[in-house]
């Protein structure tokens, strides 16, 4: 339902069911602004009065929407950075709104992430100093991907957040280094980060969960103006988190505090300013495999799930701070500037566990040993952006254009320094038949508990290995999407990046075109597209033992996308089809030479195709549906004289099909009425440990069941994580075995 206010901003709905509505306020030039609203039966509601701020975003009037069109609907300028509506855009992107986590009960990112399509493999994964979400995306490796862009702009990798201060997660994918440059994202596209701001109203919750193992979770979002005239707002967000791990060893306790401030300066500028801080303590355990391992499916194991092999004394530990500001100024009606600054440091003390599989020597021979390897990486990253944007709209009769034109500068700057201690100690798995053997069992009783004393005694008699990295990239992009008769969008883009590694005192440049087409079948309901994207990738040199020094090009990845995406029966049913296929020329990998050195070669090629297609239906009230589906298929089709032996081989972590799907049911009216119930899963199928293709990790299929009865004023919701108790693995190189059937209880009160 809908309506258009008078002048003085007054407007009436009539006829309206009792039940909960969100009351969506836009207008052309302002932000949107969104209300809880509650009818009661025979009688008027009165909404407070409303006030808007500016922008440039194009909006279509006041509409009252159910949850399902809050899921389904895709208003972001970051995608684009141009205030473009999904039908208009060529890129295929999905968004995952703070409504759909919510239903879904979500405490950490790595559930988020599962809900997009063609995502798999998302994992704590091990880095440079520190532990943070990895990835695949279309057939790549997003470990610097997986949620480290915030607002569109880069914060720092291996680095963790708490979901209570999302807004939505935006899953952009392909190669999309035209806008994004090349920091922080992958071929296979990236994650953005979009926090909650501050609003013209007060208003506020506060959530408290419970669940097995110990989970223990306070939140709390509250928002304010801090004068009369509602020109300076409030809001903080803040969480923390206590959780035992599903084995005999294991913890997660993390904290988070984000205030935010909006300052309505007057009616052309606007100054946002945000902060976020998170600590983080985790046990990082991870499996490995060496070449004697002699397995060929993770199976083989018998691994005991129950079984860490780790302590809680050894853990990583984690302070992040991310500061992000933006001035926005509405120099006339057709244009307007918008400067952005982000500062991110990440301090890190990681302690990592690696257990590596391996065949018995000696007394042990002909059995399996689990060998314990420690690794202790202290280490600090420093990541600054500044950006400048201004962007334009104009129209002449039947033709609009939307024209972007901005620079960037970002500055990298990590330090770190590794110590290991090989051989800590080993369990024996004897491969009899005897199936009470089947377990690893220690054989070093000098040292078979692991903790504080022993790790740093090792750490002391240990070497360190220092590391630095500092690079700067100075970056100009243009982009110009030029709409005709409302059912044409011809977009063009182009980036240039000069990149200099200053710790290797080397300069290099690399361009980055991007081109779409975009035409509306049934206006506003249906479009076909089709586009082609580049990302690319600055390679620092690599200086020998004997001072030789090798020098890099960029790498390159092309995408042609093509497909349809529609938005039916007035948003009811919305979905992209899209088929894509991603070539990757120049890749740099690491070989050993003649003399057993480890160099780099530039003799690489990838191809990635695949379809995804995701579908968002309320077919009836009350009813919604949100459903996904990803097949891809990746190979490596040329690797210098196959020495290696993986030419034409799948990329090691890529399944070929992943699903995701989640189907809720909320009474609207009646004695049950806020009553509902909620179920879905996730499937990942089979996909290789190694790019040898020798090692096979099996796929899983997850499901998920919730019920909640939800009232203005309050919200219960009980949910069972992985109902079938099944166990499985996430793996990139290396694997971490995933948590079991869990039970989780939360209650929300809003004010």
């Known amino acids: 339902m809908g309506t258009v206010s008078d002048e003085t901003g007054t407007y009436e709905l009539s006829r309206v069911s009792p039940g909960s509505y969100t009351l969506v306020v836009s207008y052309v030039g302002y932000?949107?602004?969104?209300?809880?609203?509650?009818?009661?039966?025979?009688?008027?509601?009165?909404?407070?009065?409303?006030?808007?701020?500016?922008?440039t975003q194009e909006l279509e009037g006041i509409t009252l929407t159910s949850a399902a069109k809050i899921f389904a609907e895709k208003k972001t300028e970051m995608v684009a950075r141009l205030p473009l509506k999904n039908l208009d855009n060529p890129q295929v992107y999905t968004v995952v709104p703070k409504e759909l986590l919510n239903e879904q009960m979500a405490t950490d990112f790595r559930g988020a992430l599962m809900s997009s399509p063609g995502v798999t493999n998302v994992m704590l994964g091990v880095g440079s100093g520190g532990t943070g979400l990895s990835m695949r995306m279309r057939g790549f490796s997003g470990a610097d991907g997986a949620g480290s862009i915030r607002n569109g702009m880069a914060t720092n990798f291996v680095s963790l957040s708490d979901p209570v201060n999302l807004e939505r997660l935006e899953i952009i994918k392909g190669p999309s280094s035209t806008l994004f440059g090349s920091t922080?994202?992958?071929?296979?596209?990236?994650?953005?980060?979009?926090?909650?701001?501050?609003?013209?109203?007060?208003?506020?919750?506060?959530?408290?969960?419970?669940?097995?193992?110990?989970?223990?979770?306070?939140?709390?979002?509250?928002?304010?103006?801090?004068?009369?005239?509602?020109?300076?707002?409030?809001?903080?967000?803040?969480?923390?988190?206590?959780?035992?791990?599903?084995?005999?060893?294991?913890?997660?306790?993390?904290?988070?505090?984000a205030p935010a401030f909006k300052y309505l300066v007057n009616e052309k500028l606007t100054v946002n300013l945000d902060f976020e801080f998170f600590r983080s303590n985790r046990n990082s355990t991870y499996v490995g495999l060496t070449p004697t391992a002699n397995?060929?499916?993770?199976?083989?194991?018998?691994?005991?799930?129950?079984?860490?092999?780790?302590?809680?004394?050894?853990?990583?530990?984690?302070?992040?701070?991310n500061v992000f500001a933006n001035a926005e100024y509405k120099i006339n009606e057709h244009w307007t500037s918008d400067t952005r600054v982000s500062y991110s440091n990440t301090d890190n003390n990681a302690n990592y566990l690696f257990l590596l599989i391996k065949a018995g020597e000696g007394d042990y021979e002909g059995e399996r040993l689990l060998q314990r390897r420690l690794m202790n990486l202290p280490s600090n990253?420093?990541?600054?952006?500044?950006?400048?944007?201004?962007?334009?709209?104009?129209?002449?009769?039947?033709?609009?254009?939307?024209?972007?034109?901005?620079?960037?500068?970002?500055?990298?700057?990590?330090?770190?320094?590794?110590?290991m201690i090989n051989d800590y100690d080993a369990y024996v798995n004897s491969l009899d038949d005897d199936p009470t053997n089947d377990q690893f069992?220690?054989?070093?009783?000098?040292?078979?508990?692991?903790?504080?004393?022993?790790?740093?005694?090792?750490?002391?008699?240990?070497?360190?290995?220092?590391?630095?990295?500092?690079?700067?990239?100075?970056?100009?992009y243009v982009s110009d999407v030029v709409t005709l008769y409302d059912r044409l969008n011809i977009m063009m883009g182009l980036r240039v990046d000069r990149f200099h590694d200053r710790a290797n005192d080397y300069?290099?440049?690399?361009?980055?075109?991007?081109?779409?087409?975009?035409?509306?079948?049934?206006?506003?309901?249906?479009?076909?597209?089709?586009?082609?994207?580049?990302?690319?990738?600055?390679?620092?040199?690599?200086?020998?033992?004997?001072?030789?020094?090798?020098?890099?090009?960029?790498?390159?990845?092309?995408?042609?996308?093509?497909?349809?995406?529609?938005?039916?029966?007035?948003?009811?049913?919305?979905?992209?089809?899209?088929?894509?296929?991603?070539?990757?020329?120049?890749?740099?990998?690491?070989v050993f030479d003649e003399n057993d050195e480890l160099i780099s070669v530039q003799d690489g090629a990838q191809t990635s195709e695949g379809i995804e297609f995701d579908l968002i239906a309320n077919p009836?009230?009350?009813?919604?549906?949100?459903?996904?589906?990803?097949?891809?298929?990746?190979?490596?089709?040329?690797?210098?004289?196959?020495?290696?032996?993986?030419?034409?081989?799948?990329?090691?972590?890529?399944?070929?099909n992943s699903a995701n799907y989640w189907a809720s049911y909320k009474f609207t009216r009646g004695s049950l009425q806020g009553f509902g119930l909620g179920f879905g899963g996730n499937y990942t199928g089979d996909y290789y440990f190694d790019d040898a293709n020798t090692v096979t990790v099996s796929g899983f299929h997850t499901l998920d069941a919730s019920v909640f009865y939800e009232q203005p004023k309050f919200r219960i919701g009980l949910k069972l994580n992985n109902l079938t108790d099944e166990e499985y693995w996430t793996a990139t190189y290396w694997a971490i075995p995933q948590q079991t059937r869990t039970f989780l209880a939360n209650l929300t009160f809003r004010f």
């Open 31 to 55: 932000h949107t602004e969104l209300r809880q609203v509650t009818v009661e039966s025979n009688q008027t509601t009165t909404v407070p009065e409303i006030l808007l701020s500016e922008n």
């Open 184 to 257: 922080l994202i992958s071929y296979g596209g990236l994650v953005n980060r979009v926090t909650k701001k501050p609003m013209a109203y007060e208003k506020g919750e506060v959530g408290f969960s419970v669940g097995a193992y110990g989970l223990g979770r306070v939140t709390i979002d509250y928002n304010t103006p801090l004068n009369k005239d509602n020109t300076f707002l409030f809001r903080i967000n803040s969480a923390i988190h206590r959780e035992k791990s599903f084995q005999d060893q294991g913890i997660n306790r993390t904290f988070m505090i």
């Open 295 to 321: 397995i060929t499916n993770f199976d083989d194991l018998n691994w005991d799930f129950k079984r860490s092999y780790a302590s809680n004394d050894i853990t990583s530990e984690a302070e992040v701070l």
């Open 381 to 419: 990253f420093n990541t600054i952006q500044v950006q400048q944007n201004v962007t334009g709209i104009h129209n002449w009769g039947n033709i609009n254009n939307k024209f972007l034109i901005g620079v960037d500068y970002t500055q990298l700057q990590t330090t770190d320094s590794r110590t």
């Open 441 to 476: 069992t220690v054989i070093n009783q000098d040292s078979p508990v692991l903790n504080v004393s022993t790790y740093e005694a090792g750490l002391a008699t240990t070497s360190r290995a220092a590391n630095r990295r500092d690079t700067q990239t100075y970056s100009a």
């Open 507 to 590: 300069l290099q440049t690399a361009w980055s075109p991007k081109t779409g087409l975009v035409y509306h079948v049934i206006e506003n309901q249906l479009s076909a597209f089709v586009n082609y994207q580049n990302g690319f990738r600055n390679v620092a040199p690599n200086t020998l033992s004997d001072d030789t020094r090798q020098v890099f090009k960029p790498e390159h990845a092309n995408q042609i996308e093509g497909g349809v995406k529609f938005e039916l029966l007035n948003g009811k049913v919305n979905g992209t089809v899209s088929y894509y296929n991603i070539e990757v020329k120049d890749k740099v990998r690491s």
């Open 620 to 656: 009836f009230d009350g009813f919604h549906i949100i459903a996904g589906y990803g097949y891809n298929d990746s190979r490596y089709t040329k690797v210098g004289d196959n020495q290696a032996g993986i030419e034409g081989n799948y990329p090691l972590a890529t399944p070929m």
